[in-house]
């Protein structure tokens, strides 16, 4: 009986990490990571080389706004990555027009949330 449900607690979590899997395998490759890279410098890294440089630089300003940012960035409120991966998402598709493979998969997935 024992054997049976750790057969069945098994199978269900090979059936959970499919279905996450499936949902994270379009974003776990180099052309997006690329793309990943750029939207967050967009939108986060900006303030990081803010911080370092105007420290560096003795540029007040510079690290305060960058720090201020950083500290608006680490609430747990704050909806960056609900940004930064439509923007990245967008910059894939500028950068590579032709990952028919990752595109479609992005497509199938916002048809896929869309429904729900």
């Not at 098994?10 to 793309?35: E, G, H, Q």
């Not at 440089?53 to 960058?66: D, F, P, R, Y």
């Not at 990555?81 to 990245?88: D, M």
Request: charged fraction near 20%; aromatic fraction near 16%; charge should be positive.
């Amino acid at each position: 009986m024992k054997n049976k449900k750790m057969i069945a607690m098994r199978m269900t979590l090979w059936i959970y990490w499919k279905i996450v899997y499936d949902a994270i395998k379009p974003y776990l490759n180099i052309k997006f990571l690329i793309s990943f890279f750029t939207a967050w410098m967009i939108t986060n890294g900006w303030a990081y080389i803010f911080v370092a440089v105007g420290s560096a630089l003795k540029i007040k300003w510079m690290a305060t706004v960058g720090a201020s940012y950083q500290g608006i960035l680490w609430l747990p409120c704050t909806p960056e990555k609900l940004v930064t991966i439509p923007i990245a998402i967008f910059i894939h598709k500028i950068l590579f027009p032709r990952d028919f493979k990752n595109l479609s998969n992005f497509d199938r997935l916002l048809a896929k949330e869309k429904k729900k």
